[in-house]
């Protein structure tokens, strides 16, 4: 952990040396670009390459994809961690890279030979043997490669702007808008030239354009090696995390201190931990506080015997994201059926753009066009716009945006629902399919929910995470989508196996081999409801959590807070609830005439002694 301490601190004296920056930044960004291209575009048809090449259903069909996109974004969670203990997030991803290229390469093959394809049989798979083995396998290396490549390249990005820098921690924001626009970008290409070759040509022609784009992708990732400012891995996040655990539990016993103060916390010239990495004491999770409790003055401290107070801090910042994690499930769960579900009705509607027919696993592309031409107008029009009024240093918090995504998605499924009683009534009443334009009103609102989401997160969980731990926290973006990805498959086979009993055809909303025979509509507004209540969870939970506190700097203008906030006149105030106003970026510590202990609480009430700790501690 020291090392990875030391690494953070040395980081803005690599910026004359040529490192960092959104140069370094760059070599990210073509890396998601061209490994997106392949990726998304293979998800989205996927679910077609299972029904017309491997003879799945279309519910084992989506259920596989979902599976799969499950298992990729929960892996991420492994590649987070062994960057942020064993390996730096450079090695990470290129470890990772080759299991990802080996994936593509066994699904290329797989594809063009036909004796390494099953035959139909009527089943829901008709998988066996070494073709199993052979699917399977790639699938599984295709989860293990781009999970451990998604754990570790935001936060390598990320880690080429300094927080402790004032305009490089502004530029922090901008970094993660332009990461998804990147993606975006790849994604872009991948849905419409390498999915049209895919499935007018050939599917293997499609999976070797992607093995070459991700080739590239980590080519580029290489060449911009002697840029990249490169944080040390330290100590085990999980370790940090258990020792604080054990230790509280061995000092139930023992009674709080009467200050926080009292708690144990090394004096800086006996601590590996800076100054401004140093996390303020909060009043939350009192119980965690007893393993900062030294037992006995004489004692020599040690690991397993008493805990920093910044190290418990730890422990509660993840503790205070689970709600939030919890409450962007149902999101996903949404973003599942677009890329399932909604690109079946594609394939059953009117494809054509005058003599041209677009392919179904194409029709994501209508998101991926609104996010690419509004995320510029988000970042260079409304964050300014919005930065004068709330002199935030992104325009608006990180779970505002967030919020923003949820309601969106509660619209998106809404209208996915009466799209699809209009796809199904043109059908029985004019004899013909409607045309698949309707489907960019649910794929249009959900692309902007997205936008507003995924940055937020992956802006939240890295801003919000202990230095040691920031691949690991911005891995739990990736969760989130990994349990939407999860608990869609269990929605599918709870609401066959309920409906199936309960309406009069004793047959599932789901349960169709054709699309027509299902009832995707009801499932569609099933998840709206649920999507809503999620929302009014999630307000509840944003509006409890309390944004990581640590030592602010005196300036001439005001206070700053020295890894969070720009520095601000003393007359501004925080909005009483966090959701709606957090610390602003950091300002530089080397430019404060003098530190002093500031304590707050989620309403921004600040103070400078112990009289003012004491009532903002016990207003929170």
Request: hydrophobic share 45%; proline share 4%; with cysteine.
């Amino acid at each position: 952990m020291e090392d990875a301490m030391k690494s953070d601190q040395d980081s803005s004296n690599m910026k004359g040396k040529g490192k960092g920056g959104f140069r370094a930044a760059s070599f990210v960004y073509a890396l998601v670009s061209l490994e997106n291209m392949g990726f998304v575009a293979n998800m989205v048809s996927f679910v077609l390459y299972f029904q017309l090449q491997m003879y799945f259903k279309v519910s084992a069909a989506a259920n596989t994809v979902t599976n799969l996109m499950g298992s990729t974004y929960l892996l991420s969670i492994f590649g987070g961690f062994i960057s942020d203990t064993y390996i730096n997030r450079f090695k990470t991803c290129l470890i990772f890279g080759v299991f990802e290229l080996a994936a593509l390469l066994l699904m290329t093959v797989q594809a063009r030979y036909k004796d390494l394809q099953p035959s139909p049989c009527g089943k829901s798979s008709c998988l066996a043997g070494r073709i199993a083995v052979m699917f399977y396998a790639s699938l599984s290396l295709v989860a293990m490669g781009t999970g451990g490549v998604r754990g570790a390249l935001p936060a390598l990005g990320a880690d080429q702007f300094n927080q402790k820098d004032p305009k490089e921690s502004k530029a922090l924001a901008t970094y993660f808008n332009f990461l998804l626009l990147s993606s975006t970008l790849g994604a872009t290409i991948g849905v419409t030239i390498i999915v049209w070759v895919a499935t007018n040509r050939h599917w293997w022609p499609g999976f070797l354009i992607s093995l070459l784009a991700t080739l590239v992708g980590f080519i580029f990732l290489v060449l911009g090696k002697p840029f990249y400012r490169l944080q040390l891995p330290g100590d085990s996040p999980l370790l940090r995390v258990i020792q604080v655990i054990v230790v509280a539990i061995k000092n139930r016993s023992l009674q709080h201190p009467s200050s926080p103060e009292e708690l144990y916390e090394p004096e800086d010239k006996e601590s590996s931990i800076s100054t401004d990495q140093k996390i303020q004491h909060t009043e939350q999770f009192r119980c965690l506080d007893k393993a900062a409790i030294l037992r006995d003055s004489n004692t020599k401290p040690a690991p397993w015997t008493v805990c920093t107070v910044t190290q418990v801090e730890e422990v509660k910042v993840l503790t205070r994201m689970l709600p939030i994690i919890a409450s962007t499930i149902i999101l996903n769960t949404c973003m599942a059926q677009l890329q399932t579900f909604s690109v079946t009705q594609g394939y059953y509607m009117n494809r054509l753009l005058g003599s041209f027919e677009v392919p179904a696993p194409s029709v994501p592309v209508i998101p991926l066009v609104f996010i690419s031409i509004l995320i510029p107008i988000y970042e260079f029009f409304f964050v300014p716009f919005a930065r004068k009024i709330t002199n935030h240093p992104s325009g608006v918090t990180q779970l505002q945006r967030v919020g923003v995504g949820l309601v969106l998605s509660v619209v998106s499924m809404t209208v996915a629902g009466f799209v699809e009683v209009k796809r199904k009534n043109h059908d029985l009443t004019y004899g013909k399919p409607v045309h698949v334009v309707w489907l960019s009103f649910q794929y249009g609102i959900f692309g902007i929910a997205d936008m507003f989401t995924l940055v937020g997160l992956l802006e939240f969980f890295y801003k919000e995470a202990p230095v040691g731990m920031r691949s690991l926290s911005t891995s739990f973006t990736w969760l989130t989508q990994s349990f939407g990805y999860f608990l869609s498959s269990i929605f599918v086979d709870i609401i066959n196996s309920v409906t199936r009993r309960t309406t009069h055809s004793k047959r599932g909303w789901l349960d169709g081999k054709l699309l027509d025979e299902n009832h995707l509509d009801y499932f569609f507004w099933f998840l709206a409801i649920l999507s809503l209540l999620n929302f009014f969870n999630y307000l509840y939970w944003a509006s409890w959590y309390k944004y990581k506190q640590e030592n602010v700097s005196s300036s001439a203008d005001g206070i700053c807070w020295s890894t969070n906030a720009m520095c601000a006149p003393q007359s501004l105030s925080a909005s009483g609830v966090p959701l709606f106003k957090e610390p602003d970026d950091q300002a530089d510590q080397n430019e404060a005439k003098k530190t002093r202990t500031t304590a707050t609480n989620g309403n921004g009430i600040v103070g400078n002694d112990e009289k003012s700790t004491e009532e903002a501690n016990g207003k929170s």
